[in-house]
């Protein structure tokens, strides 16, 4: 009887060692997967670091360098004279540098009054899922454009105060889905001259801008400052841009059509003189390409 | 009193049979190359976090790992990858699990290298297809080392090369496995 318990109670014994190793077949990854939420930043809710014309709430990756080309041809009411507006072109190069994950700079010198910019963008916040989660990015603009043509008048008094206006800029943006990103952009243009005494120095705008994105490499975007004081009729407009994004490995393509020819804050917002009713309107595209200055280390 | 030294001998074996079964690693390198021949453009990435559990009695061995995590020389390219090929917000996390078909010939508890083959399952981008590999498990001080090499093929977890960048990429990438584990103790 003895011998029988005991043997029965080794048996007992060796088959709770299988049954233990078949329940812990299934997942040994469980054993020792970190199941804490983490914080993750979304990106990637613009293709680019401009919606068209304004900042975008998109950063560069630290190390990387943004070389934009920007093109605005002609109005397209011009007709076969000029190609539709083909012949025309006014021009901006830029460079914008990826400093940290939340800070961008960059340079730019655009044909259109022969203008030098220069903006820093700062974003404290930024949109993240995860752990301590936040709902978008608010990010801070600041830059400054120059004017480096002659002076009209060389016979009067010329400040070199006059060349400069000021920008500051808020963008708040959301990435609402992989599909549809929003963003609002209230924003100060400060002029130092203006060309008449009727028109304020300092033109107070909010931005609207989105993207909707088509496939995974091409999105419509579309760009437009409501300009809330500086708007003289018949003078000047709000600018209002709408285009494609086309991605192509290094290199997205923005094509548009707008009625702003400036390219830099001070110009498209302060200096629209065209309007989409009468049908001043011009085709225009942004090239840009990013390079790696700085490597990861691996 | 033969019968107690049995009834003793078992439960020795029991207890023993429990420790030093199972071992993993939080920090194991995976690596990928799908870089095209002559190509001045290297594509390859590494990731150092990944998760790997071996269970050395029966031959199990899970590896898991975040899209997330593999790192590449330029950001851009990092982006590409989890934006359009990976689709990472999709699918964030790549999961092999498998079993070493010739595990009783490898003896853990002795210092030695000793070759293993792998079969099993990986589930990337939502797709799971059955993986092969051969590799070493070098065991050494109480850890063991293990290191192997597989191709796996875009098209079959249907990872889509558009025709612009065909020639950039290759269709099929080169992964390397190089992990230290070390005993998981309860």
């Known amino acids: 009887m003895k011998q029988l318990l005991l043997n029965g109670f080794a048996i007992l014994l060796l088959s709770t060692i299988s049954l233990k190793s078949i329940a812990q077949e299934v997942d040994l990854l469980d054993l020792v997967e970190d199941k804490t939420p983490k914080k993750e930043i979304v990106k990637n809710a613009f293709k680019s670091i401009r919606v068209i014309n304004g900042h975008s709430m998109e950063f560069l990756s630290p190390g990387t360098m943004d070389f934009r080309i920007l093109h605005r041809f002609g109005t397209l009411n011009q007709g076969t004279k000029n190609f539709f507006g083909l012949d025309q072109a006014s021009m901006r190069l830029g460079f914008d540098f990826g400093i940290l994950q939340n800070l961008q700079i960059g340079v730019g010198r655009s044909t259109f009054k022969k203008e030098l910019d220069g903006y820093i963008k700062y974003a404290p916040i930024r949109q993240s899922t995860g752990a301590h989660a936040f709902p978008a990015t608010i990010a801070f603009v600041g830059g400054m454009t120059m004017n480096t043509m002659d002076f009209a008048d060389p016979t009067i008094t010329n400040y070199f105060s006059s060349r400069l206006a000021y920008y500051f800029q808020t963008i708040i943006g959301r990435k609402f889905s992989e599909g549809l990103t929003l963003q609002l952009s209230p924003t100060m243009v400060h002029n130092n001259l203006v060309p008449l005494s009727t028109q304020p120095n300092d033109v107070y705008s909010l931005g609207l801008g989105g993207r909707l994105k088509m496939s995974k490499r091409m999105a419509f975007t579309w760009d437009y400052y409501y300009l809330i004081n500086g708007i003289e009729d018949d003078v000047n407009y709000n600018p209002l841009s709408i285009g494609v994004d086309i991605e192509t490995g290094g290199h997205v393509f923005q094509l548009h059509v707008s009625n702003a020819v400036g390219m830099n804050e001070r110009a498209f917002i302060t200096e629209t003189t065209s309007s989409w009713e009468n049908f001043d309107i011009r085709m225009g595209f942004n090239l840009s390409r990013i390079f790696q200055i700085k490597k990861h280390k691996k | ?186």
């Open chain 2, 1 to 186: 009193m033969k019968k107690t030294i049995f009834f003793l001998a078992m439960i020795a074996i029991v207890t023993s049979a429990y420790s030093q079964d199972k071992y993993f690693t939080k920090s194991g390198k995976l690596g990928f190359d799908a870089t095209v021949p002559k190509s001045p453009e290297n594509i390859d990435a590494v990731n150092k976090a990944a998760l790997c559990v071996l269970d050395t009695k029966t031959g199990d061995v899970q590896f898991s790992c975040l899209m997330k995590g593999f790192e590449f020389d330029r950001a851009l390219m990092m982006e590409h990858f989890n934006e359009n090929y990976a689709e990472s917000d999709k699918y964030p996390k790549t999961v092999f699990k498998g079993v070493i078909t010739n595990n009783a010939s490898i003896n853990y508890t002795k210092d030695g290298t000793y070759p293993a083959k792998v079969k099993g399952q990986m589930t990337m981008h939502g797709e799971t297809k059955d993986v092969e590999a051969v590799g070493n498990i070098i065991s050494k001080a109480g850890k063991l080392q293990i290191s192997a090499n597989f191709n796996i093929v875009f098209a079959d977890y249907k990872i889509v090369i558009p025709q612009l960048v065909a020639d950039k990429l290759a269709k099929t990438a080169k992964i390397s496995v190089d992990c230290l584990l070390e005993p998981l103790k309860k």
